[in-house]
């Protein structure tokens, strides 16, 4: 009984393939059992044995028995895994700091990509939204700007049932508002419909939403600047004096406006006191139009309808200016308005227009970036994928033992692969750190200001998780295979001691290390060249030395005598009034024709400034013929002066003082008039400078919103105060507001120095984790020659040759990576550099040092194992035979 039992328990739990033998030699036990000491004893000890005869080894294959090996082979995986990494700590290192650098790069990397493609969508229905942009062409003259006519919106409405909602805003400025005889320099300011509140669902949290901007002198605020404001007390009812012009009344206060938004508004005015807003222009785009289309609704269905929309509406005021009919004109190929629905998803990344709401970002850029960070995590696992297989010998030993003791190559590859994710996990451990201590860094570099980026809301947490996973896989697939590979005949041989086998393989990957490498160094070199070239260009007027005074226009009629004032002063050589200072891309273009011109087609859009007396003298801006605005000639008021681009573009090439241009008359709003040239400015660069110069003319006319204070150099520390003491006579207590001209020139290279500050730090991470690669594969190589080096020694090798012999691979190596990475770059650069009006051109210069940066700081990695190495004494490099 007791046997049949002990039997039935053995075969409930041994796997099929062990029973047979097990069960024979338990038989025979069983069989001397009984003939020795009886069948009752005989039983027993067999119902006894088959019990302690349980192992996990033995067990059959179902789900608990294999998550009971699962569980112990993976804590012996770990097990062994910690000990590798405890025999070699200095590779491990190496290994882990490389690895936690570059996952550090691609965590921000990946905290900007997903940043910037998250603009807009936080917008509930957010893709049925549109935006109206239009593309124009008027004769020569080509316009792509994101705007509309006042009068679209309402019309789009009324005409397409499918159109939900349409919504205006009109205009993106800072002003003073003035709350209980307090001022405030306000930002964000625009005039919004009523409607706008229903196309876009921002949260409302105080406030009627049915009635936030029905009426005129109302306001909405966002949170912040109802704070900012009023602090505690409630806003609602509240009344802002805006501009000096007329009081609004606080209707409603919204929740902030999320930073990944494509517009940046902090307060709405209602369009009611926009008189603009109600002109029904059709020739004229201002409006930024949104348009939310009903379910079931398609961008191209609305779009197909705009065409026969566009001739209906804007036809009658085409008649009226150019005496043809809107579809003669087209015809004629004089005149093209085409007007599309950008999707509110892809404003921010897509959209290429003049004149956008705010910063931009380019979906090239997006992959740009996204592939740097590839490129650097690749490095990285190239690192670990060297250095494993160069330590092929060192773990030969270890593999082949572990085959004889019955090992599979699967358990192996296991073990190699548990013990690269776990590198990958302590380098996500050292990065999450690294993350969080660079963090505000990042934000000051990238103009954001994220907070919690891992383990706040959308954080990246999980998808760190699954990359750590997958780099650990990746990193230590290939080596896997490699050592699991390897027969244990062989190695008790000797014949893989070398690790030779795969060395061809670390020589490809350190290629495309060291060609990555110098990729980024090469674009590093010209992307600060070609920045350092614009801002240091001549711009063809004076930055330097002037101090821009903001909001002058709140002193009214005493704007002539503060001015006066100001040019008392000993350290003031200058001062003009006008609101247009060049540099800021302040736009204010109309047409004009030359004085013979029979045709609207003849029409030249051009830049028109009003300035005073002094503009050109405070700017330094030079005349190449004929004279600037006088006193002395009262008939001033009627004479233009123009720089020598919009000469060209009118023709008047020989003796242009004198002639005439003319405005377009006919247009609502517009009234005829005719300007007679007296003067022509050499080209200066009058917006940024990653724009080619356009046709621009100046008049005599009232601008009074700035005044430009030119100062001479030693009284750079003292101008302010003189001035702000002046300002503090004339304006009641109104706050004064300054900047210096080279400031706001600096900062127009935002984007630029941003790019170029990154691609510095892409490229120096870039070459530091390769070299930590290269330090570690010459000090393991230098190790597994010092044999070879100790004989060479004896023989009388000089430390020279010995170096030249280690130098030798890896010098060959960087040459090959050149050779790859050169073209690369090249091509890139190329398409890059076309983005600008004036570029500097490729010179093989920057190649050439490219290569050598990387060259020398390989050299200096490789040369200290190297020369550590060849100054040994031989005997010691012998002995350890």
Known sequence: MLKKLGLWIFKSYCHPDFQEDILGDLEEYHEWNTEQKGAQYADRKFFIDSILLFRLSLLKDNLITQNIIYTTMVKNNLKMAYRSMMRHKFYSLLNLVGLAISMTVCVFIGIYVQNELSFDKH?????????IATHI????????????PDPMAKALKEDFPEIEFAARTHNNSTNLVEVDSKFFRQSGVT???????????????RGDKEHLLDEPNTTVLEESTAKKLFGEKDPIGQIIKYNEQFDLKVTGVIKDIPEN??????MFITTLNDRSASQNIWLSNNFITYLKVAEGHTKESLEAKLPEFVERHLGPQVKQLMNVSFKDAVASGGLAIDYYLQPLENI???????????ETGTISQVYMFSIIGLFILLIACINFMNMSTARASVRAKEVGMRKVLGSLRKQLISQFLTESIINAGLALILAVGMVYLILPGFNQLTGKSIVDPIFGVNGLWLYLLLGTIIIGFLAGIYPAFILSSFRPIKVIKGELSSGRGSAWMRNILVVIQFATS???????????SQLDYLQSKKLGFNKDQILIINETQLLGNQIETFKNELEKEAIIESVSVSGYIPGTNINSDTPLLREDATSPDDGVAIQHWSVDYDYIETYDIELTQGRFFSEEFASDSNAIVVNETALRRFGYLDEPIGKKVKTLAGIVGNRAQSFTIIGVMKDFQFKSV????????LLLGNSVGSVSVKFNKESAMEVVSSVESIWNRFAEGRPFEYSFLDQIFESSFRNQNRDKTIFAIFAALAIIIACLGLFGLAAFITEQRKKEIGIRKVLGASTQTLLRLLFSNFTSLILISSVIAIPVVWWYLSGWLIDYPEAISLNPLFFVIGVIIVLTIAILTVGFQSFKAAKRNPIDNLRYE
């Open 123 to 131: 917008i509930k229905d957010s893709e049925r939204i549109f935006r």
């Open 137 to 148: 062409k008027y004769a020569d003259n080509l316009f792509n700007i994101p705007a509309a």
């Open 191 to 205: 005039y919004a419909d009523q409607s706008f509140f229903d196309l876009f669902d921002f949260p409302l949290l």
């Open 261 to 266: 938004t494509h517009f940046d508004y902090d």
């Open 348 to 358: 921010h990344l897509h959209s290429k227009l003049d004149f956008e709401l705010g």
């Open 518 to 528: 110098i990729f980024l160094i090469i674009a590093s070199i010209v992307i600060y």
């Open 690 to 697: 990653t724009e080619a110069i356009q046709p621009h003319a």
